[in-house]
């Protein structure tokens, strides 16, 4: 890889891509302020060189806005990035770049070259009146200086590293004359045709079968191992997030809630939310009447504008907001593990604090 | 609003097997969601200007003949007091009366009880079809109105000071009373004065009479024509979305023969061809062309409607495909309906209209786009351009709005 | 792809045959308004007399006698270019070859004739007779009367209805020769001739051999060929349109994309408001305020534009290109000229339409703008511009070519309009004007024209639309 020893010279300790408080918010044109919808709120994580962060949380908790965001795909208006700075080390200057400042033609640059991305939805992702061959050579050919026929080649070895069988064939075809999962390997080829040092997945296998969302896992998986590629892998399935990831940021109504590795969040969850996400979560072999829930149907952040609100349901166990709230923000409360609390009244919490909370959040079993 | 919806859409031949007196919860709801809908149609203000138009229209229509009429009000001759332009009503008139005053009385009822009273809102509709049936049948029999009499009898009979006391309308000229002016018998066209405000015809009828007049047909083409595309629409693309199979594809091939001839040559060639043209020929030929868009929009929402869950779900447990389909589809479908028959009832003013302009319109009858025509002549002045075609323009845009502020209002994509 | 279109085509043959049955019967159920009591000839003498003998002509001719369904099956094999060749079309106007035929039969038996030799001029007959389907009896009668004295001979033609005995032959060949020999001697060779040929259509035209042929529009009541008026008429309406449909959609197509791209700015919500209006605004009175208002000399600021036409009268001599220093100094040229007579019949014709159209392009740029796979072109750092112009636009021309269905019927409609306004002579104005002279045969052309023109553009929009949308199968 030409790039190795670029990225030496970045700093290994530092991120690739570092999200710092970014803020982004939704609103119609002449409304004013006032009814704006916070989506994101002070979202800070950060994604290591060849390291997968896994970004877990439901539906509306600002997971995809700052996926989006840090391509800048938020269309402006309605959308605007209100606050933070999204940092980024790749590329061939390795130099330290805000994407939230960079120009739009740099910006170009960087989408589908440097950081590329695949969405949900594979069967509306694709363009409907273009064949896969256009749809792929048209990355290729904007951002390498090869002629057409070796755009094509490309694009050949692209869909072959996909598992697609024929592609010579497969080239010449539409999109609709495709199924669901070919349409997302198609996807990935085409996120992978000019070889990006960051692949940002939207639940890019929510809308599939369960048996072809564990072969687009496995590829994924095979495919970030062997470019040496970070990705960052959003689901709302934390089993997706035990087998794939090495970092984890959980969000919940536009805010990430607990940010750490992998393994110290399945053995010391220390937020309440993710407490009760890990508590709804079966387990093989253990018999249960009935399985946790998490009982804040917040999923609609413009019904919180403060964004996140756990802490009012559990207000009689952990006090006065002390896990969410205007005020709270995240503390490294042990090395590596952020937790979203308030740093107010007694100190900088630890996790023996924080652990010794009750998670009223979580209803288990009765 | 909701008043007239309704009773536009029942008179209208709009397909609503509910009885009459017994109040469903269903028939309810669905009232309610029909004031609701009136309520968001008026609260635009598009929409509301729209109305204001039409209504003014309808109010010209029905009261056409004490606008301009060249019969008195009230004349007195050697002692006798008489009111010829009563005399004269005929028996059109006096149905288009009985409608108006009907429709407004059972709206001040309305009014003044309860929605979800005994006397509902269905049911004060179908009071209100029933008045105005019994009317159209019986007015004819009961009402005779004096043969054609020469209608400058009364200003020759004012000018000669034989008349004691006479009262005119406010436009003392009836749409066909050519003398306007006697003393000039020449054929001549008379720009806008005091006497005639929008100036006369080549034959001498005042244009704002005829104006006033056309009111009516336009309204009446325009009312009646959508009502039979729409029945005749409805129960064609009813059917193909019901029957499916070789029933749609005939359906399909009937649908695109009448899209591919254009109507307006069909149209023409109709009128041409008969002998007498009428303002009934008119309405059934418009009514009669007009229906393709109907019927594919109910064929395609029954073909929609029938691929739905919940229909799906209803056949499962063994309700009948006809039954869901009569029962529950047509109400929901039709509704919508109404928007494209807004803008129905638009183009049948125009096809009116344009029919007239070309000299193919109702005979010595006044029509917007027959009064349009005479612009054309040698000697024509200002007013025979403007004030026919604002008057279309105006109707065109105003039931465009109504239309739009519908489509708006049924939306449930604007719900907020 | 090819079968696609075939199978579209197939699927057309019943349309068509439904066109061919609405444009009739809506003729024929008018309540003896053609081919009749409804006739109105333009300066006849004797009104009655022409208004029968048109009345037969028309009888003979399409069977207008007939029962309804008989007629219509005529009148389908008539406008047919595969079907049956029917006997005797030898009236003035017709095919060459039918002409030549009578031409020919004729010349065949005045040789005969002159010679004495009735044998021969018997056998002609008969061979006449065979051509058209007759009896012997029928056909000596003819020819008896065609040769009798010009002013009887066609009415002569009806009562003959016997089969041939010896002495009627006799008879008929004597009388034959004697009237044809008066004929002659009189000197009304024309008359001689002009009554043969009718005598040729005489009796009602029958069906003879299959044949692939020209469609036979039959003829206006002026007796001229209805193929011949279209032909004037056809190119004139097919300019108008050429001239309409890529303005209005290039005008929609621009101002769409733009007030999309800005929604709810300035630019859309004032052009929304501006197309509302255009869209209302009936084109019987636009055109009227613009020949009154534009073509007008006594307006204050002069004519601005003709009223009417599509060429000056001296256009012929002009040249095709605009040139300086001619006699008058400036001078417009053919192109010039024409299109300053097109310029206020285009933008009437076009107005309504893009209106229209340009609403349409706006919604359905505004939905692809939001599609998921502009996103995905996004995320691979297309040009905003490439974006629009290649992602957005391809998908959203898509109702636009729906569209088409409704903008082409519109545009005919338009054409009456425009056509008759402005006095252009095209398929509109003859519309209106065969309507007027409530002729038969030009209306039903009319019509169907417009109809199979209909058909023909909704095949054009369903090949468009399949070439621009692969997710449309061919199978």
Known sequence: MSDEQNKAAVDQSSPLLDVQGLSVSFGNSGD?????????????????????????????????????????????????????????????????????????????????????????????????????????TEAVLLHQDVTGAEAVKIAERALRDVGIAEPVGRLKEYPHQLSGGMRQRVMIAMALACEPELLLADEPTT????????????????????????????????????????????????????????????????????????????????????????????????????????????????????????????????????VLCTAEGEGKPTPARLSGLRGAAVKTAV | MTTTATQLGQADGGPDGSAPDSQTPNELREQKWLAAVGQRVLGQWGGRIGLVWVVLLSVIAVFAPFLASSHPLLMT???????????????????????????????????LRPV???????????????????????????????????????????????????????LPFSATDRQAERPTRDKSFRPPSARHPMGTTLSGADVMSRMIHATRVALAVGVIATGLSLVIGIAVGGMMGYFSGVVDLLGMRLVEVFSAIPVLFLLIIIVATRDERNIYLMMTVIGLLSWVGYALYIRAEFLKLRQADYVQAARAVGVSVPGILFRHLLPNGVTPVLVLASFGVASAILYESTLSFLGLGLVDEPSWGGLLNEARKAGTHWGLVWFPGLAIFLTVFALNLVGDALREALDPRSVK | MTTYILRRLMLMVPTLLGVLAVVFFVMAAAPGGVGGSGLDLEGAQNQDEDAKRVQRQMQRRYGTDLPAYQQF???????????????????????????????????????????RDLGAAVDLALEFAAYRDQTPGEAAGELAGVLGSASSAVSALHWVDSTLSPGDRERLLAGLTQSYANGLRNGQLAAVRELSFEAAGASRVRFDRPAVKMPDLGETLKGRSVVDRLSEALPISILLNLLTIPLIYLVAIVTGVYAARRAGGAFDLSSGVVLITLWCLPTIWVGQLMLQYLASAQQPWGQLFPTGGLHSLRAEELPFLPRWGGEDGFEAGWLLDSLWHLALPVVCLTYGGFAVASRVMRGSVLDALSADYVRTARAKGVHPRVVLWSHVFRNSLLPLITMAASILPALFAGTVIVETIFSINGMGKLAVDAAFAKDRELMMAVTLLGGILGLISELIRDVCYAIADPRVSYD
């Not at chain 3, 060749?85 to 004739?113: F, H, K, N, P, W």
């Open chain 2, 77 to 111: 001759k050697d002692g006798v007091t008489t009111s010829p332009l009563l005399e004269h009503l005929s028996a059109a008139d006096v149905v288009l009366l009985v409608a108006f005053f009907a429709a407004l009385l059972l709206w001040v009822v309305g009014l």
């Open chain 1, 32 to 136: 004013g302020d006032g009814g704006r919808l916070i989506a994101s709120d002070r979202v800070s994580m950060s994604v290591y060189a060849g390291q997968t962060l896994a970004v877990v949380g439901e539906s509306g908790s600002g997971k995809s806005v700052s996926a989006m965001s840090v391509l800048r795909l938020i269309p402006t208006p309605p959308g605007s990035y209100d606050a933070g700075r999204i940092v980024w080390r790749g590329g061939r200057e390795a130099v330290e770049r805000d994407l939230l400042t960079l120009s739009e033609k740099a910006m170009r640059g960087v989408r589908g070259r440097e950081i590329a991305m695949i969405f949900q939805e594979p069967m509306t992702s694709l363009n409907p009146v273009y064949t896969i061959g256009e749809q792929i």
């Open chain 2, 116 to 170: 979800n009273a005994a006397f509902g809102g269905g049911s004060r509709a179908w009071v209100w079809v029933g008045v105005t049936l019994g009317a159209i049948v019986v007015c004819p029999l009961v009402m005779s109105p004096p043969p054609l009499t020469v209608l400058s009898q009364y200003r020759e009979a004012e000018a000669a000071g034989e008349l004691e006391r006479v009262v005119f309308t406010v």
């Open chain 3, 73 to 115: 099956f005529r009148w389908m094999n008539q406008v047919s270019p595969v079907g049956f060749r029917m006997s005797a079309q030898v009236r003035a106007g017709y095919g060459d070859a039918d002409r030549a035929e009578a031409a020919a039969a004729l010349s065949g038996l005045a040789l005969a004739e002159r010679d």
């Open chain 1, 207 to 338: 809308a599939l079968d369960v048996t072809i969302q564990a072969q687009i896992l496995e590829l994924l998986r095979k495919l970030q191992v062997s470019r040496g590629m970070a990705m960052m892998l959003i689901t709302h399935d934390l089993g997706v997030v035990a087998e794939n990831a090495d970092t984890v940021a959980v969000m919940f109504a536009g805010r990430v809630v607990e940010f750490t590795d992998v393994h110290t969040l399945f053995e010391r969850p220390l937020h309440p939310y993710t407490r009760g996400l890990l508590g709804s979560m079966p387990v093989l072999g253990q018999k249960v009447d009935r399985l946790g829930t998490v009982d804040d149907n917040a999923t609609i952040p413009a019904d919180f504008p403060s964004g996140y609100t756990v802490a009012e349901h559990d207000a009689s166990a952990a006090g006065t907001g002390a896990y969410g709230g205007e005020g709270s923000l995240l503390h490294e409360v042990e090395p590596g593990h952020w």
